[in-house]
């Protein structure tokens, strides 16, 4: 029996009155108030519905602001904006039925976060609340769809094929698109300012090739033969064509049409679109199989290429050249059309099924071609939202990476969690604002290197965030020179990059002790014989290790804890205090340590922080000069810490 789909279809080609069944089924009917006479009824598919939400999402920026209902606003801009026929004419002439019924769509998509919405009255529009009602829409859509007669390839991967990923800087929308693809499975490509089509899809250029030595004698041409090794043949530079990434994915996904293959374009919104993408524009459009709505004829030039050539069709095997030879597009109005000898031949272009356009779009740039609504609609829209604790994609652990200042550590998320409010507060946009991922750490420690945090982040922040605005934020302030800091002061005061970081009252996470320096202290004159010398005495702790001064102390600290995990910060700091070298400030809480950072602001730097065994800190000076150490080694072998240090030679 044939299928309603294709029935009604092919009934209609010779009747005048038209009956088609939707590519996908399911309707809602809705209704005017009634309040000017008889209540009336109207019908929306859900595919009408589904365009319409996408086109809202598409320009947020217009229907953001009129959230609350308007009927002029909705009705003007539902003419201007709602590609599908349906919603646009109800938009004009049942304004709020329609609004209404997009409002309840989203509630019903978001509960219980939109329970006490009013449908009537508001509308929720965000990126969140409109792409929920949009995939669970989906889902309701594809409950319906009309069964077919005709075999068609489907999309291989429950994925969008045409998406966007858009965002601020380092929010990962290229390590997204990475954890799915692979050198193996796509092609990857950059837009720009001078990208065209020839360097997208491909053209004629000189290249070397081996082509066989000749020369003319009389009429005719004489080609050399192979002799004694040699082949004959010399380089020589021929004309061409190449293709370029569109090609080489189209022509990658033909030929295995089981499985998925990427073309993946970054920064899609730096390069002119219409420009690059042509006639290609048209093939964007999907059918609900995954493949172009329509076939394009292909230019002379591409069409030789893929027909004649090793790189395109040419050096297919039988079974790909058969694959593609007996495939059908199946159109969306249920008509079927053989164009597989056509694109085997290289007459047709059409984007199969597996063929996924991923890209990715920063919001921060500045030098941008801007992307019109028909090119927009054809994308499915992913925000990348900033996350301070991303998780691992492997490991499900969160990620936490840490940036170095001096000796200190501090954790990277929480830097962002101080910068970005300040950076929406100046710009009042999120584009400027820095993803997770904006700076990478060396992968063997997880540390952001304090060259890349200076000449990086803050290169960026002075000198593409702040530039246009007064830093006057107490976030900013220069209090050793009373003024907002300027991006030289990094460079030219040895404490300023230490200082700018204390006014965010950033925890010290960690120290990298590995790397800790010794302040440049004289030799201790009771020991030393030439008291001109600087000490560069090293220590060992319980017989291990070669240690500086600085790294002695802290290190005996953290000994001693993990020796006594059972003790609590009060109880190790009581313990350590029984043998203080007389030291101001030597061991605090960390209410203590606070109290001190806030009555003296610069001294933040001066203290190491140690982790006990219920998780609490304790502080510790690292100003160890060569006069502190040797009291401090002598009263900490007398006591009964369990640490033992002695100097050992370098």
Not at 19 to 43: C, H, M, P, V, W
Not at 115 to 137: F, G
Not at 576 to 598: A, G
Request: charged letters at 25%.
């Amino acid at each position: 029996m044939e299928s309603l789909l294709n029935f009604l279809h092919n009934e209609s080609i010779t009747s005048p009155f038209r009956a088609e069944l939707s590519n996908r089924g399911g309707y809602i009917t809705f209704s005017n108030s009634g309040r000017r006479g008889d209540t009336k009824y109207f019908q929306i598919g859900i595919d009408s519905i589904l365009s319409t939400l996408q086109d809202i999402l598409n320009n947020i920026a217009v229907f953001s602001r009129i959230q609350d209902y308007d009927e002029k606003p909705w009705r003007d801009n539902g003419s201007i904006y709602f590609s599908d026929p349906v919603a646009n004419a109800n938009s004009t002439v049942q304004t709020k039925p329609l609004f209404s019924t997009l409002s309840k769509i989203i509630k019903w998509a978001n509960q219980p976060f939109l329970n006490n919405l009013n449908t009537d009255n508001r509308i929720s529009i965000t990126p969140d609340t409109l792409e929920n009602a949009i995939t669970k829409l989906n889902a309701v859509a594809d409950s319906f769809v009309p069964h077919s007669n005709s075999k068609t390839i489907k999309s291989p991967l429950d994925e969008p094929l045409q998406v966007i990923y858009y965002g601020a800087p380092g929010t990962g929308k290229s390590f997204t698109i990475d954890d799915i693809t692979d050198d193996k499975n796509s092609v990857r490509t950059t837009f720009h300012p001078d990208s065209d089509y020839a360097s997208f899809v491909g053209a004629y250029k000189p290249t070397m090739e081996n082509v066989p030595i000749n020369s003319i004698y009389g009429e005719s041409v004489q080609f050399a033969t192979g002799k004694n090794g040699h082949p004959g043949t010399e380089k020589k530079i021929v004309y061409k064509y190449v293709p370029q990434a569109f090609l080489k994915a189209y022509v990658a996904a033909w030929s295995n049409l089981n499985k998925p293959y990427f073309l993946i374009i970054e920064e899609i919104n730096r390069g002119n679109c219409a420009q690059i993408f042509g006639d290609l524009f048209q093939l964007l459009d999907r059918n609900n199989a995954g493949s172009s709505s329509y076939a394009i004829h292909a230019d002379e030039d591409i069409s030789q290429f893929l027909s004649g050539d090793n790189k395109g069709f040419a050096s297919l095997s039988d079974d790909q050249k058969d694959a593609i030879r007996s495939f059908s597009l199946e159109k969306d109005n249920g008509k079927t059309q053989a164009v597989g000898q056509d694109i085997l031949d290289g007459k047709l272009l059409l984007l199969p099924p597996n063929l996924y356009i991923w890209a990715t779009m920063n919001t921060s740039d500045q030098s941008l071609f801007p992307i019109d609504s028909a090119f927009k609609r054809r994308w499915n829209w992913k925000y990348m939202p900033i996350e301070y604790s991303p998780l691992d994609k492997k490991t499900h652990q969160p990620i936490d990476w840490k940036f170095k200042i001096g000796d200190n550590l501090y954790s990277w998320g929480q830097f962002l969690s101080k910068i970005n409010p300040e950076i929406y507060t100046l710009t009042e946009s999120s584009d400027k604002q820095m993803g997770y991922f904006f700076a990478k750490p060396d992968n063997a420690t997880g540390i952001i290197s304090e060259d890349v945090f200076l000449n990086k982040v803050l290169f960026y922040l002075w000198t593409d965030v702040f530039k246009d605005f007064d830093v006057s934020s107490e976030l900013f302030k220069n209090k050793k020179a009373n003024r907002s800091f300027r991006f030289t002061d990094f460079f030219e005061d040895s404490e300023a990059l230490g200082n700018f970081i204390d006014n965010f009252g950033l925890d010290v996470v960690d120290i990298d002790i590995d790397t800790v320096e010794d302040e440049d202290s004289p030799e201790d004159p009771s020991t030393s014989s030439n008291p001109g010398q600087r000490d560069r005495s090293k220590y060992s702790i319980n017989g291990e290790g070669k240690n500086n001064k600085r790294q002695t102390v802290l290190r005996s600290l953290r000994k001693f804890v993990e020796n006594n995990p059972e003790l609590t910060a009060h109880e190790v700091i009581e313990k350590w205090k029984s043998v203080n070298p007389d030291i101001p400030f030597f061991i605090l809480t960390t209410t203590e340590f606070e109290n001190r950072i806030s009555e003296m602001p610069g001294q933040r730097n001066r203290y190491w922080s140690v982790t006990v065994g219920n998780g609490e800190k304790v502080y510790i000076t690292n100003q160890w000069g060569a006069g502190r150490m040797s009291g401090f080694v002598d009263l900490i072998n007398n006591s009964d810490l369990g640490i033992h240090i002695e100097k050992v030679s370098e």
